[in-house]
């Protein structure tokens, strides 16, 4: 999930098992504001894409760790389970 120039507001909702270049799960970036309560986020993946697929900044498996990637935005993230997300970087 890609959000950017927005609120988002997340409670008791899932992210299990995904895979994308950056960050397994979430996105958020310019200026977004976040607010996860009780969600859980576990064995996401931010994988390496071939080098035809994306940008070179893309093909490096950013974010993952927590299986979201927040640039230039806002979060709050309360009693929330983040939990084997993994990445090359971040």
């Known amino acids: 999930m890609h959000v950017k120039f927005s609120e988002l507001t997340m409670s008791d ?13 979430l996105v ?6 976040l ?3 009780q969600c859980e986020f576990l064995n996401n ?5 071939k ?3 994306m940008t070179s900044y893309y093909k490096l498996g950013i974010g993952g760790a927590a299986g979201m ?5 806002s979060a709050a993230i309360v009693s929330t389970n ?4 993994r990445a090359v970087m971040d």
């Open 45 to 49: 993946t931010a994988r390496i894409v």
């Open 35 to 37: 607010s996860i309560e």
């Open 13 to 25: 909702t899932k992210f299990t098992n995904n895979s994308a270049p950056i960050a397994g799960a």
């Open 69 to 73: 990637y927040i640039q230039d935005a």
């Open 51 to 53: 080098p035809d697929d």
């Open 82 to 85: 983040i939990k084997n997300n």
């Open 28 to 33: 958020v970036y310019e200026g977004s504001q």
